[in-house]
């Protein structure tokens, strides 16, 4: 589905990701991990193709075509959805223009308006309520919703868990792992790793712009030596 | 004396319309692409002189709005895609290179029209008063008041109401969500940018009709229009309406009670709104 090969990314002379790869399979959930300032987010950004950060060097190639040097709005019409870091809705669009204002890549998985108020019926209550007007919970379902719009094949994911009650938390998984019932592939990047473990298939860990270590989720959960040297958790 | 004082509202009013129409896509520019376009009021001076040209040979005043607007609009076609472009994301090299251009476009103005005053003919079912309060009015004004309000109304439908407007209220909140997403920004920036231009060429034909055309017309509705964002804030269609409203009618009272500051008069508030809102009236931060 994504493969992202030896990629160098900038911001302006920054070099912040040296070299990192990474693959998502079809209908798989790869978790993203490492502390703050590794580069998740810039790895993100740089398969997104926003700018900055500048890609300077390497190959992502999307559903078998190469992506890299694409407009945003390109890759995403190939049915790359995105979940942005902060949710980053529209404060003066409506609950419902969110959903109405883009358009379909394709019809594959046939995400309406209509579909997605009934995967999300708080947001249907809600959906005269400006982006500005929810609770945080209900931004990051919105933020998940405007991601399906465009009938996504795969679903980038920043830290969506961030900020949220521990309750929403594991309601996000709870959509994260329908996402994936229903044929979605899932890149996302988490600081919890309780979190990510509970919905991701495999994780790849990024230490300082490179790729340190790749393993399936059940083999992380008995590697204690890793999590503490990457992570920081004991 | 009360005949007088509505005659004199009503002139406020009718300039502040005129002023509304010119701002708003002063206004939607600024708001959306993030572009101080000073060549404004050179579009708005072209759009008129366009308007007096065609209205002319045609006589027909309604040939000549539309290709006022049409020319403007083309004209703001060519300043974004073959010089703007190359200036994006940098907002002093857009404000030297637009006020350049507003320079160049003025200077042209000057040598094919010559330094003479000018007036689009208003056709003649505007032209004459109206009686009505027991006073009469210029029915040409009414109209402009009128055709601000017509404006406001479709701006505001279109803004709020369709899709295309959807796109640009999510363009201005965040331009590069919005492009994550699967929309080509780009291309609603240029169309919001010929929208805005050719509002700056409706309100030259429009207005050439009432203020006349002379070579620094341009610099005067500019300041105006200037004065009507700032006070209600970048990118706001509302805000746009209460500056223009507020700019106009401070513009007559100032004109007629206080004649020595009559620029004070409209400046002085607009820094006293500025020191407490900084963002204008309406303005949200981005």
Same mark, same amino acid.
């Given at each position: 589905?994504?493969?992202?090969?030896?990629?160098?990314?900038?911001?302006?002379?920054?070099?912040?990701?040296?070299?990192?790869?990474?693959?998502?399979?079809?209908?798989?959930?790869?978790?993203?991990?490492?502390?703050?300032?590794?580069?998740?987010?810039?790895? %993100?950004?740089?398969?997104?193709?926003?700018?900055?950060?500048?890609?300077?060097?390497?190959?992502?190639?999307?559903?078998?075509?190469?992506?890299?040097?694409?407009?945003?709005?390109? %890759?995403?019409?190939?049915?790359?959805?995105?979940?942005?870091?902060?949710?980053?809705?529209?404060?003066?669009?409506?609950?419902?223009?969110?959903?109405?204002?883009?358009?379909?890549?394709?019809?594959?998985?046939?995400?309406?308006?209509?579909?997605?108020?009934?995967?999300?019926?708080?947001?249907?209550?809600?959906?005269?309520?400006?982006?500005?007007?929810?609770?945080?919970?209900?931004?990051?379902?919105?933020?998940?919703?405007?991601?399906?719009?465009?009938?996504?094949?795969?679903?980038?994911?920043?830290?969506?868990?961030?900020?949220?009650?521990?309750?929403?938390?594991?309601?996000?998984?709870?959509? %994260?792992?329908?996402?994936?019932?229903?044929?979605?592939? %899932?890149?996302?990047?988490?600081?919890?790793?309780?979190?990510?473990?509970?919905?991701?298939?495999?994780?790849?860990?990024?230490?300082?712009?490179?790729?340190?270590?790749?393993?399936?989720?059940?083999?992380?959960?008995?590697?204690?030596?890793?999590?503490?040297?990457?992570?920081?958790?004991? | 004396?009360?005949?007088?004082? #509505?005659?004199?509202?009503?002139?406020?009013?009718?300039?502040?319309?005129?002023?509304?129409?010119?701002?708003?896509?002063? #206004?939607?520019?600024?708001?959306?692409?993030?572009?101080?376009?000073?060549?404004?009021?050179?579009?708005?001076?072209?759009?008129?002189?366009?308007?007096?040209?065609?209205?002319?040979?045609?006589?027909?005043?309604?040939?000549?709005?539309?290709?006022?607007?049409?020319?403007?609009?083309?004209?703001?076609?060519?300043? &974004?895609?073959?010089?703007?472009?190359?200036?994006?994301?940098?907002?002093?090299?857009?404000?030297?290179?637009?006020?350049?251009?507003?320079?160049?476009?003025?200077?042209?103005?000057?040598?094919?029209?010559?330094?003479? @005053?000018?007036?689009?003919?208003?056709?003649?079912?505007?032209?004459?008063?109206?009686?009505?309060?027991?006073?009469?009015?210029?029915?040409?004004?009414?109209?402009?008041?009128?055709?601000?309000?017509?404006?406001?109304?479709?701006?505001?439908?279109?803004?709020?109401?369709?899709?295309?407007?959807?796109?640009?209220?999510?363009?201005? &909140? &965040?331009?590069? #969500?919005?492009?994550?997403?699967?929309?080509?920004?780009?291309?609603?920036?240029?169309?919001?940018?010929?929208?805005?231009?050719?509002?700056?060429?409706?309100?030259?034909?429009?207005?050439?009709?009432?203020?006349?055309?002379?070579?620094?017309?341009?610099?005067?509705?500019?300041?105006?229009?200037?004065?009507?964002?700032?006070?209600?804030?970048?990118?706001?269609?509302?805000?746009?309406?209460?500056?223009?409203?507020?700019?106009?009618?401070?513009? @007559?009272?100032?004109?007629?009670?206080?004649?020595?500051?009559?620029?004070?008069?409209?400046?002085?508030?607009?820094?006293?709104?500025?020191?407490?809102?900084?963002?204008?009236?309406?303005?949200? @931060?981005?």
């Amino acid at each position: 589905m994504l493969e992202v090969r030896d990629i160098h990314s900038y911001y302006g002379e920054a070099h912040v990701l040296h070299g990192a790869s990474l693959s998502v399979a079809k209908g798989e959930v790869l978790a993203l991990l490492g502390r703050n300032g590794m580069g998740k987010t810039t790895l %993100i950004r740089s398969i997104m193709g926003v700018s900055p950060p500048n890609v300077r060097a390497g190959a992502i190639t999307f559903k078998g075509e190469a992506i890299l040097g694409l407009p945003p709005h390109l %890759i995403a019409q190939r049915g790359m959805g995105y979940v942005p870091q902060g949710r980053r809705l529209f404060p003066s669009l409506t609950v419902t223009e969110h959903l109405t204002v883009l358009k379909p890549a394709s019809a594959t998985h046939g995400w309406t308006v209509a579909k997605a108020f009934e995967f999300f019926p708080r947001l249907a209550e809600r959906r005269y309520h400006r982006g500005n007007q929810l609770s945080g919970g209900e931004r990051q379902m919105l933020a998940v919703a405007r991601a399906l719009m465009i009938d996504p094949d795969l679903i980038l994911m920043d830290e969506p868990s961030e900020g949220l009650a521990p309750v929403m938390v594991q309601h996000l998984e709870g959509i %994260i792992g329908q996402l994936k019932a229903a044929g979605l592939s %899932i890149l996302l990047v988490e600081q919890n790793l309780y979190s990510a473990l509970a919905v991701a298939d495999r994780v790849t860990i990024l230490e300082t712009g490179r790729v340190v270590h790749e393993a399936t989720a059940a083999e992380i959960g008995d590697q204690p030596e890793t999590l503490t040297r990457f992570l920081g958790v004991h | 004396m009360s005949s007088l004082n #509505t005659f004199q509202l009503l002139n406020g009013l009718t300039f502040a319309a005129l002023l509304f129409i010119v701002a708003s896509g002063f #206004t939607l520019i600024f708001g959306l692409l993030r572009i101080v376009n000073l060549a404004h009021g050179a579009l708005y001076l072209l759009g008129g002189y366009c308007a007096y040209a065609m209205a002319s040979t045609t006589g027909s005043f309604m040939v000549g709005i539309l290709a006022a607007m049409a020319a403007v609009a083309v004209t703001g076609l060519i300043l &974004d895609q073959g010089l703007l472009r190359f200036v994006r994301g940098h907002e002093l090299r857009q404000v030297l290179l637009t006020l350049g251009v507003g320079l160049v476009l003025n200077d042209m103005m000057l040598v094919v029209f010559g330094g003479d @005053t000018y007036t689009v003919p208003a056709p003649e079912f505007l032209q004459g008063a109206l009686r009505f309060a027991g006073m009469f009015y210029p029915k040409y004004r009414l109209f402009v008041l009128a055709l601000g309000v017509l404006i406001f109304i479709l701006l505001w439908v279109l803004l709020n109401k369709t899709r295309l407007g959807a796109l640009i209220r999510a363009g201005v &909140d &965040d331009p590069e #969500t919005i492009a994550a997403l699967g929309i080509n920004i780009r291309r609603i920036f240029l169309l919001t940018f010929m929208l805005g231009a050719a509002l700056a060429g409706l309100g030259g034909a429009v207005g050439g009709a009432f203020l006349t055309l002379y070579p620094s017309a341009d610099a005067e509705i500019l300041v105006f229009s200037l004065a009507v964002v700032i006070i209600g804030g970048r990118g706001s269609l509302v805000g746009a309406a209460v500056g223009a409203l507020m700019v106009g009618m401070l513009n @007559t009272v100032g004109q007629v009670m206080f004649p020595e500051f009559a620029y004070f008069v409209i400046f002085g508030p607009m820094a006293a709104i500025l020191a407490f809102r900084p963002l204008g009236l309406f303005g949200r @931060t981005a």
